[in-house]
């Protein structure tokens, strides 16, 4: 079964640093699009960063310059590297996958649990 577990998430002060794991297992997902999407209490859930299979990426504009995501097939694992982190960053950072190179949720097939992640002002 094809699963997707999200890791470091933790407290950080702001304009500390983080690096987000998401580790795939249960199938290949090298050919997937991968995304990073955060939720925070009462609102919906929003794009944050997405990578092609040929490492193209985009960003949401409140984190472009800020946070990087990155790939590693042979790992079959995704990255989001945060940097330069405001107390507006915390959220529940979830990773996705699908086939189109989307900002919509409903674009993605497999979802992580979620990775909390507070940035204390």
């Known amino acids: 079964q094809a699963q997707l577990v999200e890791s470091g998430g933790t407290l950080v002060q702001a304009g500390g640093s983080l690096r987000l794991s998401c580790a795939a297992s249960?199938?290949?997902?090298?050919?997937?699009?991968m995304a990073w999407f955060r939720q925070a209490p009462g609102k919906e859930r929003e794009f944050v960063a997405v990578?092609?299979?040929?490492?193209?990426?985009a960003y949401a504009g409140s984190v472009k310059g800020r946070f990087t995501i990155s790939r590693d097939n042979a790992k079959n694992t995704v990255y989001l590297q945060m940097n330069s982190l405001k107390p507006e960053d915390t959220a529940v950072y979830l990773c996705?996958?699908?086939?189109?190179?989307?900002?919509?949720?409903?674009?993605?097939?497999?979802w992580g649990q979620g990775t909390q992640v507070t940035v204390s002002s």
């Open positions: 990578i092609t299979w040929d490492t193209s990426t």
């Open positions: 249960g199938r290949t997902f090298s050919s997937k699009i």
């Open positions: 996705a996958a699908g086939d189109r190179f989307s900002v919509s949720p409903r674009e993605y097939d497999y």
